[in-house]
């Protein structure tokens, strides 16, 4: 990542480094340079979170140049496949994972299911998977091929794609162009995408997201999915914990980096003088600098255990005192899934909640109050919420049961509408994350991506870098990326 002297400066470099990727996709000579440009295009703008929400033009473009152009392929039909699920990677860790993984179990007694993988690194964790799964291989184009040829007698097809994954977006646009019923699951809502306007339909799993479905995407149609939050509508073992427990939150390092307005560790560091709990953080690491003070000030009471097993977390929150919710980045499955478990849960940012369930309740507007709020709780005070009536809605509305009948429910073509509770506590704006990144002024340049593309196409990207008006720091970067990453 590179840090920018301005926001314009940040802007700018964004903009062009965009127009250069999306214009060598167009422009590529050979189907697997264009795939990979148009991904390199795809990971810069979903690691740079401008307001930018899909680009159906391009997708559109490159299905209409190349769609006949994809080579053959040994690849047979899966037989007898109801549903079929493609994903990029899936992790034993985080929300989006196990998103499918419920939707699976869900759907289980409704047909056969299959999972393609179209990243087929060892890293994958298959555990909680349907039991066929196909681990695609060989180049950009060899994929879109296999994919297209295994999904042939899928009845239906549902995307649960990383936002950069154009290889599977074209793949979707191919079958839904044969007749097959595609389904786009949109659970990275909050940044780009490619896949939304190659579906039938895009399943939407928060009030931000279908929000900016609806003013910043091309879909053909929304339907309400939401998150599956427990596996069934039994409530669930309930927390046994007390006040003298620790406070906990979890989440990627990242959703806890401070922003000008909103600090994790500083509500930490103004609220540990005053109650005498120990404090747990599970996802973050000792390594993220923003840390560094607060754990140096209370050594003996922060703990920053980085990636947890799920079993290892349940234990945790089991004899937790209070769940405190992310911030500046809320937990989209987190917080819902703590609260269902009847841990006494804190949030912020009740005035520009996402509306992802009725946890969105459980918020306060100010970091000051939750500060109070967390205070008054620990010291013997009275809980300030309704989480009882939370947790009945989410057994009712959230379980994989109720969630798997809405998608049956989109695949028949009966589309269903966003809960008005949800949409009255979504008032998040879809520009929420670019006002953040804009605000870090701060560059993130595609990694690994660069690999496998062409020596000519890697000339040519050069010299155009080489002309364009792009920061000297950020041509530096890109220079070695481009010759070192093969």
Same mark, same amino acid.
């Given at each position: 990542?590179?840090?920018?002297?301005?926001?314009?400066? !940040?802007?700018?470099?964004?903009?062009?480094?965009?127009?250069?990727?999306?214009?060598?996709?167009?422009?590529?000579?050979?189907?697997?340079?264009?795939?990979?440009?148009?991904?390199?295009?795809?990971?810069?703008?979903?690691?740079?979170?401008?307001?930018?929400?899909?680009?159906?033009?391009?997708?559109?473009?490159?299905?209409?140049?190349?769609?006949?152009?994809?080579?053959?392929?040994?690849?047979?039909?899966?037989?007898?496949?109801?549903?079929?699920?493609?994903?990029?990677?899936?992790?034993?860790?985080?929300?989006?994972?196990?998103?499918?993984?419920?939707?699976?179990?869900?759907?289980?007694?409704?047909?056969?299911?299959?999972?393609?993988?179209?990243?087929?690194?060892?890293?994958?964790?298959?555990?909680?998977?349907?039991?066929?799964?196909?681990?695609?291989?060989?180049?950009?184009?060899?994929?879109?091929?296999?994919?297209?040829?295994?999904?042939?007698?899928?009845?239906?097809?549902?995307?649960?794609?990383?936002?950069?994954?154009?290889?599977?977006?074209?793949?979707?646009?191919?079958?839904?162009?044969?007749?097959?019923?595609? !389904?786009?699951?949109?659970?990275?809502?909050?940044?780009?995408?490619?896949?939304?306007?190659?579906?039938?339909?895009?399943?939407?799993?928060?009030?931000?997201?279908?929000?900016?479905?609806?003013?910043?995407?091309?879909?053909?149609?929304?339907?309400?999915?939401?998150?599956?939050?427990?596996?069934?509508?039994?409530?669930?073992?309930?927390?046994?914990?007390?006040?003298?427990?620790?406070?906990?939150?979890?989440?990627?390092?990242?959703?806890?980096?401070?922003?000008?307005?909103?600090?994790?560790?500083?509500?930490?560091?103004?609220?540990?003088?005053?109650?005498?709990?120990?404090?747990?953080?599970?996802?973050?690491?000792?390594?993220?600098?923003?840390?560094?003070?607060?754990?140096?000030?209370?050594?003996?009471?922060?703990?920053?255990?980085?990636?947890?097993?799920?079993?290892?977390?349940?234990?945790?929150?089991?004899?937790?005192?209070?769940?405190?919710?992310?911030?500046?980045?809320?937990?989209?499955?987190?917080?819902?899934?703590?609260?269902?478990?009847?841990?006494?849960?804190?949030?912020?940012?009740?005035?520009?909640?996402?509306?992802?369930?009725?946890?969105?309740?459980?918020?306060?507007?100010?970091?000051?109050?939750?500060?109070?709020?967390?205070?008054?709780?620990?010291?013997?005070?009275?809980?300030?919420?309704?989480?009882?009536?939370?947790?009945?809605?989410?057994?009712?509305?959230?379980?994989?049961?109720?969630?798997?009948?809405?998608? !049956?429910?989109?695949?028949?073509?009966?589309?269903?509408?966003?809960?008005?509770?949800?949409?009255?506590?979504?008032?998040?704006?879809?520009?929420?994350?670019?006002?953040?990144?804009?605000?870090?002024?701060? !560059?993130?340049?595609?990694?690994?991506?660069?690999?496998?593309?062409?020596?000519?196409?890697?000339?040519?990207?050069?010299?155009?870098?080489?002309?364009?008006?792009?920061?000297?720091?950020?041509?530096?970067?890109?220079?070695?990326?481009?010759?070192?990453?093969?």
């Amino acid at each position: 990542m590179i840090r920018l002297e301005s926001q314009s400066d !940040l802007m700018a470099d964004l903009g062009g480094l965009s127009v250069m990727l999306r214009t060598a996709a167009l422009q590529a000579t050979t189907l697997n340079d264009a795939l990979r440009f148009a991904k390199l295009y795809g990971r810069l703008h979903w690691d740079n979170i401008s307001g930018h929400f899909g680009d159906e033009a391009l997708e559109d473009a490159l299905h209409k140049r190349w769609a006949g152009a994809f080579p053959a392929t040994k690849q047979p039909a899966l037989e007898g496949i109801t549903h079929l699920h493609v994903a990029s990677r899936v992790y034993g860790q985080g929300g989006h994972s196990r998103l499918l993984r419920y939707v699976s179990k869900g759907l289980a007694p409704y047909g056969r299911q299959a999972l393609v993988l179209t990243d087929s690194r060892k890293t994958n964790d298959l555990s909680g998977m349907p039991s066929s799964i196909l681990k695609l291989s060989g180049d950009p184009a060899a994929r879109v091929s296999a994919l297209v040829a295994a999904a042939a007698q899928a009845e239906a097809v549902l995307l649960h794609i990383h936002p950069d994954d154009i290889g599977a977006a074209l793949a979707a646009r191919i079958l839904r162009s044969q007749g097959k019923k595609i !389904l786009f699951v949109n659970h990275a809502d909050h940044v780009f995408s490619f896949g939304a306007g190659a579906a039938s339909a895009v399943l939407e799993i928060c009030a931000t997201g279908w929000k900016t479905t609806k003013t910043r995407r091309q879909a053909v149609a929304q339907s309400f999915m939401g998150i599956p939050i427990v596996e069934n509508s039994r409530k669930p073992e309930q927390w046994t914990g007390n006040r003298t427990g620790a406070i906990v939150s979890m989440g990627g390092g990242g959703k806890f980096q401070p922003s000008d307005k909103l600090s994790f560790p500083k509500l930490l560091a103004e609220l540990l003088p005053r109650v005498p709990n120990k404090v747990v953080l599970i996802g973050p690491s000792a390594k993220d600098p923003w840390w560094r003070a607060v754990a140096e000030a209370f050594p003996d009471r922060i703990e920053l255990r980085g990636v947890l097993p799920f079993q290892e977390v349940e234990e945790i929150l089991k004899g937790c005192a209070c769940y405190v919710d992310s911030f500046p980045l809320d937990g989209g499955t987190a917080y819902p899934q703590t609260a269902a478990l009847g841990v006494p849960c804190f949030g912020l940012n009740a005035a520009e909640a996402p509306g992802v369930s009725p946890t969105d309740r459980l918020r306060f507007q100010s970091q000051e109050q939750l500060e109070e709020g967390l205070v008054a709780y620990l010291t013997g005070g009275d809980y300030p919420f309704d989480q009882d009536g939370v947790i009945s809605t989410i057994l009712q509305d959230f379980s994989a049961e109720a969630v798997s009948k809405r998608v !049956l429910s989109a695949l028949r073509g009966d589309c269903i509408g966003l809960p008005n509770y949800l949409g009255f506590l979504g008032q998040r704006s879809s520009d929420y994350n670019a006002k953040r990144w804009i605000d870090e002024k701060t !560059l993130h340049l595609p990694k690994r991506i660069w690999k496998g593309l062409s020596f000519a196409s890697r000339k040519k990207l050069l010299s155009k870098i080489s002309k364009s008006d792009l920061s000297a720091l950020v041509k530096k970067k890109l220079r070695q990326r481009i010759f070192l990453t093969w």
